[in-house]
């Protein structure tokens, strides 16, 4: 039996996009989040169901980010999103964003646990919460690419941002979205303006927490001028709470991409 | 002839909800503003053909901000704007934002300029632009409350903000929601958990920019029990940017308000 596929569409408004005109990462897997939870809701168990009988929540690990193409302003994406596989701990979903005429423009992959909210542990998977998605069980999930970590932090650029009152969500959690926010505004403007990222590879470690200070660190590597590479760090408190490493290719002209 | 109204419906997705899971005030200034430039675009009078063809833009220059009740998570509200009237050099344009019942949530007043984005100067209106709204011409446009000033600011709680290049649209400006997340989260915590505004005057003075640093200060002045009022300041340079004035209401229960 199939995994069941959920699609939606969204028009990406001004205010999701960029210097570019394009969807910026943050509101990206901000619409794609959207489409699962409406997925959730649709099958019974959503966010709230879960928290409210079995205190539990889903936490994405890791995220592994495709991107042929990023949709601009007022553009109708349709976001489709599937629970594929799953083992005793981990869940297997994967999201694509196409455009009206069907072309892929982005495929993301992402492994995610179930964690106890009150006691902040994972816990395992249950039938109740996992049949409604028809996903396959595997003995191993897809394994998605660690990202690098910066061998020397000496040779990285770093910016500071507190955390914010409305980067808090309803559930008291930052939401994921700010990290991959505060990894990108690390590097300069006139770098975020002439390029556009092709690969993302995100995996979260520890959560944030309001009033964190937190410091976002990038070093730039683009050696190989058709491979331009970025390298992530967030941490807070001495700790390691995500990393990432992006590949950028350099935009042709502005807005037209 | 009356004002052309434009309305459209918005469903309110998780991401642009705060820790009540209402709508922010930085949002629902998006999305209302989403409604207008649709109708420009509707009216063949949209932001890249005033840019284009005279080298103009609308920017505003107050708000004022009646709040009812803030639509929460997944709610659908219909958003309906109008240019109401104008006069030489001030067009006053109406918003509103109801259920799906038709009840009333908000109410925004606004008053808008057009700006010479070269000389950054404002100019006159003309016909060219303002004929398709059927707005009347009129000798004064409504005043908007001003904010009070704050008298002195060793009395103030103050946060600094860098402006990030995601503050920046695709015009090179801040986008004005930021201001409201500024000026909201000089606040605490517990504070906006706590509290809805249900009243907001805003008055935006002088442009920030990229890679400013900018200060956001607020006196919270609670004397009285039943009208709780923050007045707020964004400085940058020694320049005051905007000033606000909030009026709050306690939250009875939190997301149940």
Redesign the interface.
């Known amino acids: 039996m199939a995994a069941k596929e959920f699609s939606e569409y969204h028009t990406i408004?001004?205010?999701e996009?960029?210097?570019?005109?394009q969807v910026?990462i943050?509101?990206l897997i901000?619409?794609l989040?959207?489409a699962s939870?409406h997925q959730n809701t649709e099958l019974g168990v959503d966010q709230a169901a879960l928290i409210s009988k079995f205190g539990i929540g889903w936490v994405v690990i890791s995220y592994s980010i495709k991107i042929n193409r990023l949709p601009t302003?007022n553009a109708t994406v349709k976001m489709t999103t599937r629970g594929t596989s799953y083992n005793r701990y981990f869940a297997y979903r994967e999201f694509w964003l196409h455009d009206e005429q069907g072309n892929e423009l982005v495929k993301v992959e992402s492994v995610w646990v179930l964690m106890d909210e009150k006691k902040r542990k994972i816990t395992p998977m249950t039938d109740e919460i996992i049949a409604p998605y028809h996903s396959e069980k595997v003995k191993r999930v897809p394994r998605l690419p660690r990202p690098e970590i910066i061998k020397n932090l000496a040779d990285a650029t770093a910016?500071k941002y507190?955390v914010?009152?409305?980067d808090?969500?309803?559930n008291?959690h930052v939401?994921n979205?700010h990290y991959l926010?505060w990894m990108?505004?690390a590097?300069s403007?006139e770098f975020?303006d002439t390029h556009t990222p092709k690969q993302i590879d995100i995996r979260f470690d520890n959560e944030v927490k309001?009033?964190n200070l937190v410091t976002s660190s990038v070093v730039v590597d683009s050696q190989d001028h058709d491979r331009i590479k970025t390298v992530h760090e967030i941490t807070a408190n001495d700790e390691i709470s995500a990393s990432a490493m992006f590949i950028w290719r350099q935009n042709n002209t502005k807005?037209n991409n």
């Not at 996009?17 to 005109?21: I, L, P, R, S, T």
């Open positions: 408004p001004f205010y996009c960029d210097v570019n005109n910026t943050p509101m901000n619409i989040i959207l939870e302003n910016k507190q914010r009152c409305s808090i969500d309803f008291g939401n979205s926010e990108t505004d590097l403007m975020l309001y009033g807005g």
